[in-house]
């Protein structure tokens, strides 16, 4: 297949489907992007926009036979639609790995069958596992829902045996986890990627900040050790071979005052900490996760300047002057701005980012 004729279908219209769209662009791929909402900022790159839901299996289906590969921007697609659709089209990340990181339980089943230091987890699934586990919990901790949690939707910290039973009563019961609250150093992800041929990129460590849950900021350098920085790589390079991925590939960590690594969540699709390589890397992460969807080669050298990607949330991004003059950004030498053109400004919803760069 000639490269100006493959043509990539992407699942999910928002901001990272906008930017891989650009990618694909950019090495004369045709992007094709499914949404379920008409104003999704991946109108801009895209060279035909779809609509329907995620559950529409026949929209879906039609939309497969439109394009060569399909990837997609985020977690929540149906399974089984895509299995349906995997008799007759290459689809990546895999389907396996999908199903993986769509639920919680099974995230957290993986780390345990290969090894992989997490925090505790006690699953609940049925009423009446909360009574058969309550001398086994040690407060505080986490309750998250098993499925459909992102930018802290779904988890509550819980301080006694009574919260835990409230709140899985308000979340109707539906399956949980119970994880053990650490006492957070840093948090950090890498971003990996891995390509048919089974080669393996990843760029350094992030070390990231969030508030209310949601990203605040991304720093590159992390500013870890080199020893530290050497194990999570390995760590990320293990799970990456294990799922036997095709793509981009997000591992978060969480870094305890003991210097203790604990693999957080997988995020099987570019990620929003990654936005930071659009600007301080000659070889962003949408670059890389189209080459290697579409059956290309990695690009494995690249540089990599110090920066700081800052997000915009809400009425945030009507303050990007403001903000781009914060002190904290002053030893920065470049500001690149991003909207992600979209309509209305929501509390907590991610309107687009600043990328600052020293060079």
Known sequence: MKLDTIKLGIIGGGQLGMFLAKAAKAINIEPHVYSNTKDAPAKK???KMYYGSFEDFKKLMSFSKKVDVITYEFENVSVESLKKIKKTK???PPINALSITQNREFEKKFFIKNKISHAKSIFLNKKKDLDKIKNKIRFPIILKTSRFGYDGKGQFVAKSFAEVRKYWQDLNFVPCIIEK???LKKELSVVC???QNKKIFCYPTFRNIHKNHILFETYSPSGINNKLEKKLINISQK???KLNYV???TIEFFIDHNNRVYANELAPRVHNSGHITLDNSDTNQFDQHVRAVCGLNLIDSINLNKGAMRNLIGKDIKLISKISKEKRYKTY????RYSYNKQEVKEGRKMGHLNFTKI
């Open 181 to 183: 609250k650490i006492k």
């Open 193 to 195: 990627v891995r390509d």
């Open 239 to 241: 799970i990456i071979k």
């Open 247 to 249: 793509g981009v590939l």
């Open 333 to 336: 030498s470049r500001v690149k």
């Open 90 to 92: 290459n689809i990546f």
């Open 45 to 47: 790159y895209a060279t």
